[in-house]
């Protein structure tokens, strides 16, 4: 098994000094779904028989979340049991005499301090590199804390990623900026938590900040005025079909039915403006404006289609998920050549709720078979983000000229905003 550089972002390294009540099983499950990356299980203490017993079963949890499996020293029960991986020290096995045992597709990373170590083992078949210390740290006794420099030299010097180690965590990780590094591995700044999941989340968003690389298998994008720029013919649409019916709207009717489904804008443009037409035939002839429109206006905005490529290209799973009808959504992306880049596609109708509740999100989530904590919701609405973040999903904020407005409230919502989607950190 190979793997991705974004796989090296969060490192989490076992240790059962943290157990707290808890077993080993159930301190990895929630470093895993906290969003840990790669995954090393690293046993000084137990026996052969325990220590195989254990790691068959916490591969099964790394299997489950599609997360890289590593032993730590023990080529023999790597090799016995069929984890991804070793990781060497260098008083161990030499990266080369590993490679011959464990074959071409086994991970192998091997630690080094300096440059000459770090080109050794490259040079010998590693595929990544363990860097460090880099700050003090109780991990490990006897070991010197190695430069913001030397780390530097490092990574400019190997070809192969390198992560960063020892006595990293949410109070220093910054410092590691511009570096060089692929991500960081971590023990204490996870398994020591009394909540090993947020520790385990916060830490991947602070790493990818220091990388510029992001973590992303699944992605979720509302439709209009985050894919295409399609919300002026949302903001008109009532309007128009009160217009045509001789009736001036003089409230701000958009900003009024921005967060309702149509059903209920329907119900409140009956209320209000004393139609005799019932909700279903409102929604009908407002749906017949808003089809029209679809039809011969709706647009992709700028970088889209790049942006789905790379996505398709790095395997990424696509679902849509909008507030808008079904067949509105499939003419508009049938349109603009995006209909196939998706896996499924969400209508708030069709779900039952608005995304005032993160129902859509979680059946798209389900649908797409990713974890959450790598699965991105792209939004242009500050209302949508909150139901999202609140969820525990990763959201990118998306500009939009029609919620120019919160265009700063998005920013303190969103882990990432994006004028362009060019600018995503792929």
């Known amino acids: 098994m190979k793997f991705a550089r974004e796989d090296l972002l969060l490192y989490a390294v076992t240790d059962r000094n943290w157990l707290n009540g808890q077993s080993l ?150 410092q590691l900026e511009g570096s060089g590094i692929c991500g960081v591995a971590v023990i204490s700044a996870i398994f020591a938590q009394t909540d090993i999941q947020k520790a385990a989340r916060e830490l991947l968003t602070l790493s990818e900040k220091v990388t510029g690389r992001v973590k992303i298998d699944g992605a979720i994008f509302d439709m209009d005025g985050t894919l295409l720029d399609t919300m002026p013919i949302w903001e008109h649409a009532s309007e128009n079909y009160l217009a045509a019916k001789g009736i001036t709207v003089k409230e701000k009717l958009s900003e009024i039915l921005f967060s309702m489904s149509m059903q209920q804008g329907a119900a409140y443009v009956k209320e209000h403006y004393g139609l005799s037409e019932s909700i279903e035939e409102i929604v009908a002839g407002t749906n017949a404006i808003v089809a029209e429109a679809y039809r011969t206006q709706a647009e992709m905005k700028p970088g889209v289609r790049g942006f789905l490529d790379k996505l398709k290209k790095c395997g990424v799973k696509m679902a849509v998920a909008t507030s808008t009808d079904r067949v509105h959504v499939e003419a508009a992306l049938k349109k603009n050549g995006l209909y196939d880049y998706f896996d499924a596609i969400f209508t708030c109708s069709e779900i039952g709720v608005g995304k005032i509740k993160p129902d859509i999100f979680e059946r798209a989530l389900e649908k797409l078979g990713t974890k959450k904590a790598a699965t991105w919701v792209f939004e242009d609405a500050l209302y949508a983000l909150k139901t999202a973040k609140e969820a525990d999903f990763r959201t990118v904020g998306i500009y939009d000229e029609t919620s120019r407005k919160e265009q700063e409230k998005i920013k303190g919502i969103a882990d990432i905003y994006l004028q362009n989607m060019v600018e995503f950190p792929l």
């Not at 895993?32 to 052969?48: N, P, S, V, W």
């Not at 008083?91 to 464990?102: H, N, S, T, W």
């Open 25 to 174: 099983y159930e301190q990895v499950d929630l470093a895993l779904q906290g969003g840990a990356t790669f995954l090393q299980l690293r046993e000084k203490e137990l026996d052969e028989a325990h220590f195989m017993e254990e790691a068959i079963e916490i591969q099964k949890l790394c299997r489950k979340y599609k997360v890289p499996f590593i032993i730590n020293d023990n080529v023999e029960i790597a090799l016995a049991m069929g984890a991804d991986g070793v990781h060497v020290g260098q008083e161990d096995m030499q990266a080369g005499e590993v490679r011959k045992k464990l074959g071409p597709d086994k991970i192998i990373g091997v630690s080094a301090h300096t440059v000459e170590e770090a080109l050794r083992a490259e040079e010998c078949g590693a595929d990544y590199l363990g860097v460090g210390a880099v700050f003090s740290t109780t991990s490990k006794s006897n070991v010197r804390e190695l430069s913001h420099e030397t780390l530097k030299a490092i990574c400019e010097a190997v070809h192969i990623p390198v992560v960063a180690i020892g006595g990293i965590g949410k109070k220093n990780i910054m």
